[in-house]
């Protein structure tokens, strides 16, 4: 089912892949999150990571959405707002859809970081089970203030219509580590050595963070990748999600 709409906004609208064989005891979920700096990008991006999903879970559902991209009038926090939507959207369809109440979320870059920020910041209608964190950014405050590129402060500017300084309380409220706690959902994070478009020490940061808190995780770190990667590397992440989604998501 493609194009489903989940808000009245023309870009609120996800893609279903439900299998044949589903019940709403063990049918479990996958919601996915494209990237693209917030401003830009689409459900279609994700499209061979669906095809490796579907061959790999098959009897998974799996719901690929889009969201308001960050452009005036919708800046920060639209995209959040939009991904608590689609997740009680889904929720609410389970009887319908004859799907579980077992969530996992997967983003990449700017969609992981919504995935973290819905996994860590809310737990009704539902708490994920799992998160698979693709190079997302995960502090907002540092990414400005410590930029791995010049693009990257004038991107932020433009998605929040703010600085830390003007307006910290959106760069706080938005920061996926600010609300990791000890109840924080399975975490599995990807990232890759040469990233110049969200920094290691994203990734680093939050690992830290978790660790702390004693929050169940998984590091998973490829050296010499940058802003995503293909290839072995690639197959390698989809096996290290499938063991960790087959613990977690249960």
Same mark, same amino acid.
């Given at each position: 089912m493609l194009n489903v709409s989940y808000g009245t906004n023309a870009q609120q609208k996800m893609d279903l892949y439900l299998p044949a064989s589903?019940?709403?005891? %063990?049918?479990? =979920?996958?919601?996915?999150?494209?990237?693209?700096?917030?401003? @830009?990008g689409?459900?279609?991006?994700? %499209?061979?990571? =669906?095809?490796?999903?579907?061959?790999?879970?098959?009897?998974? @559902?799996?719901?690929n959405i889009n969201y308001r991209l960050a452009n005036p009038p919708d800046i920060f926090p639209a995209q959040e707002q939009d991904i608590k939507a689609a997740v009680e959207f889904v929720y609410n369809k389970r009887q319908e859809y004859q799907i579980s109440d077992k969530f996992a979320l997967i983003g990449a870059s700017a969609g992981a970081h919504l995935a973290l920020l819905q996994g860590y910041k809310y737990s009704t209608p539902v708490k994920p089970k799992a998160i698979i964190d693709f190079f997302g950014p995960t502090d907002l405050v540092a990414l400005y203030n410590n930029p791995p590129n010049p693009l990257v402060q004038a991107l932020l500017l433009a998605v929040t219509g703010s600085t830390p300084t003007t307006n910290n309380t959106i760069y706080s409220q938005s920061s996926p580590i600010n609300y990791v706690s000890s109840q924080s959902p399975p975490t599995m994070i990807l990232h890759g050595g040469t990233d110049i478009v969200v920094s290691p020490s994203q990734c680093f940061a939050l690992d830290t963070n978790l660790f702390i808190s004693g929050v169940t995780h998984q590091y998973v770190f490829y050296p010499t990748e940058g802003h995503g990667w293909v290839g072995a590397n690639l197959t390698d992440s989809f096996n290290k999600i499938q063991a960790f989604l087959a613990i977690y998501v249960n």
């Amino acid at each position: 089912m493609l194009n489903v709409s989940y808000g009245t906004n023309a870009q609120q609208k996800m893609d279903l892949y439900l299998p044949a064989s589903r019940s709403a005891t %063990n049918t479990k =979920v996958i919601i996915m999150i494209h990237g693209g700096a917030w401003n @830009a990008g689409d459900k279609a991006h994700f %499209n061979e990571y =669906v095809d490796s999903l579907k061959k790999r879970e098959p009897f998974y @559902a799996i719901f690929n959405i889009n969201y308001r991209l960050a452009n005036p009038p919708d800046i920060f926090p639209a995209q959040e707002q939009d991904i608590k939507a689609a997740v009680e959207f889904v929720y609410n369809k389970r009887q319908e859809y004859q799907i579980s109440d077992k969530f996992a979320l997967i983003g990449a870059s700017a969609g992981a970081h919504l995935a973290l920020l819905q996994g860590y910041k809310y737990s009704t209608p539902v708490k994920p089970k799992a998160i698979i964190d693709f190079f997302g950014p995960t502090d907002l405050v540092a990414l400005y203030n410590n930029p791995p590129n010049p693009l990257v402060q004038a991107l932020l500017l433009a998605v929040t219509g703010s600085t830390p300084t003007t307006n910290n309380t959106i760069y706080s409220q938005s920061s996926p580590i600010n609300y990791v706690s000890s109840q924080s959902p399975p975490t599995m994070i990807l990232h890759g050595g040469t990233d110049i478009v969200v920094s290691p020490s994203q990734c680093f940061a939050l690992d830290t963070n978790l660790f702390i808190s004693g929050v169940t995780h998984q590091y998973v770190f490829y050296p010499t990748e940058g802003h995503g990667w293909v290839g072995a590397n690639l197959t390698d992440s989809f096996n290290k999600i499938q063991a960790f989604l087959a613990i977690y998501v249960n």
